[in-house]
Nanobody, 118 residues
Framework: QVQLVESGGGLVQPGGSLRLSCEFS???????????MGWYRQAPGKQRELVAD???????NYAEFVEGRFTISRDNAKNTVSLQMNNLKPEDTAVYYCHAVRSNRDSWGQGTQVTVFS
């Protein structure tokens, strides 16, 4: 079982920045470098949606609403994945979840709250 622990959420004004981090851990057979890692978010009353993900090979994918504002990255030496969020908008307010998947088996973090207030 993979464990994911997010950090970095908080309160920020529109136009501000936050950096979310996720630490990956698990069994001795859970090799971080083999997982596709992602960030999802869920606002009240809405379905969870993909924000960005990054494959084991470093290929990235972003939701349309990111509009070039966010960058996902991974550090295989530290078993972490990060989401740098710039130019935040009130509509970015949500709980952000870290996600790991390999061979159709996935794990979720507990989430971290991001609130962009105007």
């Amino acid at each position: 079982q993979v464990q994911l622990v997010e950090s970095g959420g908080g309160l920020v004004q529109p136009g501000g920045s936050l950096r979310l981090s996720c630490e990956f851990s698990g069994s001795i057979f859970s090799f971080f470098s083999l997982y596709t890692m992602g960030w999802y978010r869920q606002a009240p009353g809405k379905q969870r949606e993909l924000v960005a993900d990054i494959t084991s090979g470093g290929r990235t994918n972003y939701a349309e609403f990111v509009e070039g504002r966010f960058t996902i990255s991974r550090d295989n030496a530290k078993n972490t994945v990060s989401l740098q969020m710039n130019n935040l908008k009130p509509e970015d307010t949500a709980v952000y979840y870290c996600h790991a998947v390999r061979s159709n088996r996935d794990s979720w973090g507990q989430g971290t709250q991001v609130t962009v207030f105007s």
